[in-house]
């Protein structure tokens, strides 16, 4: 299922979801443009987890960007044109209400952190992998936790596939993305089986985005009448 957009109207532009959106595509394009080179950029500016364990224990690698740092430049790396697609795409369908509700200021420091919690999460369970971990996914999944809480009944209109025929339908926001949660901590369940250095989805980092999302938001006022 794919969403393609809600049906909550918006009182502000959701201006950081555009900027968002924008820096997120043009990291992109320049990821595009550097061929080869393109995997020390993602050893430099991506979440390394073996690296982010020494630097927390206070032996950094010897590079020009922190580690630690790297928990906010990863949010803006993306895999391929799939990963920046869907991802923006989600960002857009849910991130206007969610801005709308919380303002520019602490949407954006809802959205930040709770990139950053959800790439602690995928470090916490995988500590050792030495594999770069890039995109806005955990963000993006916090944004999806506070939306649930905020607007549970809002209408999500989905694009589903049947064999060969496509057709969209209004599925409410609990039962979308409280699917696409169960799909997310079923499969970080199942990825603790995997060895260490296995690539792949980072499921922690979306359930763990999800949940602190759906922490953060009332904290910083999800539920306030600023509207």
């Known amino acids: 299922m794919v969403p393609l957009h809600d049906d909550n109207p918006?009182?502000?532009t959701p201006v950081v979801v555009y900027a968002l959106i924008t820096i997120n595509i043009l990291v992109f394009l320049h990821q595009m443009s550097l061929g080869?080179?393109?995997?020390?950029?993602?050893?430099?500016?991506?979440?390394i987890p073996r690296e982010l364990s020494a630097s927390l224990a206070g032996n950094p690698p010897n590079q020009p960007v922190p580690e630690?740092?790297?928990?906010?430049?990863?949010?803006?790396?993306?895999?391929?044109?799939?990963?920046?697609?869907f991802n923006m795409l989600f960002l857009w369908t849910f991130g206007n209400n969610i801005e709308d509700s919380l303002g520019h200021i602490k949407?954006?420091?809802?959205?930040?952190?709770?990139?950053?919690?959800?790439?602690?999460?995928?470090?916490?369970?995988?500590?050792?992998?030495?594999?770069?971990?890039?995109?806005?996914s955990g963000a993006i999944a916090g944004v999806m936790g506070a939306y649930i809480l905020k607007y549970?009944?809002?209408?999500?209109?989905?694009?589903?596939?049947?064999?060969?025929?496509?057709?969209?339908?209004?599925?409410?926001a609990f039962f979308f993305l409280g699917?696409?949660?169960?799909?997310?901590?079923?499969?970080?369940?199942?990825?603790?089986?995997?060895?260490?250095n296995t690539g792949g989805v980072a499921y922690w980092a979306h359930a763990g985005g999800f949940v602190f999302g759906a922490i953060l938001g009332p904290l910083l006022g999800l539920f306030s009448d600023r509207n």
Not at 36 to 47: G, I, K, S, T
Not at 71 to 80: C, D, E, Y
Not at 179 to 196: D, K, M, R, T, Y
């Open 107 to 136: 949407f954006l420091i809802f959205y930040l952190g709770c990139g950053v919690l959800a790439g602690l999460t995928h470090w916490f369970f995988d500590m050792g992998s030495l594999v770069p971990t890039v995109g806005a």
């Open 152 to 172: 549970p009944k809002a209408q999500i209109l989905t694009l589903l596939p049947l064999g060969i025929f496509i057709t969209t339908i209004r599925i409410p």
């Open 10 to 12: 918006t009182n502000i």
């Open 36 to 47: 080869v080179r393109l995997n020390d950029f993602f050893q430099l500016y991506a979440v």
């Open 68 to 85: 630690t740092y790297t928990l906010i430049t990863s949010q803006f790396l993306h895999g391929g044109f799939m990963h920046i697609g």
């Open 179 to 196: 699917f696409w949660f169960i799909q997310q901590a079923l499969s970080s369940i199942l990825s603790l089986g995997l060895p260490a």
